[in-house]
Each structure stands twice: as C-alpha cells, then as structure tokens.
C-alpha cells in the first residue's frame, strides 16, 4: 500500500510566475499557462497513479472512469455519463462497448419509450469487479493528495472548485449568465 510521501521542490520552484500577472498575460509563458500545467499533473496522475490499478484490473482508464461512475449511481442516462466522465461521446461510446461486451455494464433502451434515448447501467460483475478495485483506487488517489499539506489540500480543492465555476459561467448561454 502506498505512504504518503514528502516531495521537495527545486531550487527556486516556488517562484509563482501568476503572482503579479496583468490581465492581458504579459509575460506568461506557454510552459505557465494553466491549461498546460493542469495537462502536465493530469497526465502524470492518469499515468502514474490510475494507470495501474485499471490496468491490474484488465480496463482502460477511460473504462474505470465509467465504471466508477456507474458504479456509484447504479445508472445513468448515456449524456448524463458522457457529462460527468469529462470524456466526448466517442470516447465514452467506445469505452460502454468494451465494458458491455465483457458483462460489466449494460445499455439499455429508456424505459420512458424514447428510441434514441439511452441508459447505462452496471452489471453485478461489474459491481464486483469495482469493490475489488476501489479500495485500491483510493489508497493511490490519497497517497498523491497526501504530498500536499492540509493547507494546500483546501486551497487546491477551493481553487479546482473556482476554476470549474468560471468553466461552467464560460459554456453558458449568454442568457444564463
């Protein structure tokens, strides 16, 4: 089981290039924009911490995200489980055939009738298949929380919460801002 680890920043890492940033950017590198930082730690995460449990657990990343998810609302409407996987509808589309074809989830018609109106739902081999897999996700998922201290761990949460926020306001139609 993973500990939590302490990490030492370089020499002069801790120089924030956002400190006196203006609103135009002057000065902002493409190496500091948060669109590139966010990729950076996401990417390392998904390889170095995600990775491994679903790949022990015979899925992609993009399958333990569904399966997660439907795992913990039993089921889901196809856009909503596109909405909340963060994936497009390929992706996800491509990810529910391999997770159905190995009995772990199932798409179903909507009860209410609508053709073209689709719901996921978990197989009880793929309840299974998660409870044997989720203690493991989230002693990993810890472990990198863990590196920050408690401070930061409330700033980061607050901060992701704020820049999701302003996302959300961003997708708006101009008449729900």
């Known amino acids: 089981m993973p500990h939590a680890r302490v990490v030492e920043l370089q020499p002069g890492a801790d120089t924030c290039p956002w400190t ?6 002057d000065g902002l590198t493409v190496d500091n924009f948060l669109t590139t930082r966010f990729s950076e730690v996401a990417n390392g ?6 990775l491994p449990y679903a790949t022990d657990a015979g ?37 529910l055939r391999a997770l159905e074809s190995r009995g772990l989830a199932q798409v179903l018609p909507d009860a209410g009738g609508h053709k073209k109106k689709l719901v996921c739902v978990i197989t009880p081999a793929g309840d299974a298949l998660h409870q044997r897999v989720i203690p493991v996700a989230r002693a990993r998922q810890a472990d990198a929380i863990r590196v920050l201290t408690v401070e930061e761990r409330r700033a980061l949460f607050a901060a992701l919460r704020k820049l999701a926020a302003y996302c959300r306001d961003l997708e708006a139609p101009d008449g729900d801002r």
């Open 45 to 50: 995460l998904r390889r170095n911490v995600t």
């Open 59 to 95: 899925l992609a990343v993009s399958e333990w995200r569904l399966l997660a998810l439907l795992a913990h609302a039993r089921e889901l409407p196809f856009g909503e489980l596109v909405r909340r996987s963060t994936s497009d509808k390929a992706l996800v589309s491509r990810a």
């Open 20 to 25: 006196a940033l203006d609103a135009a950017g």
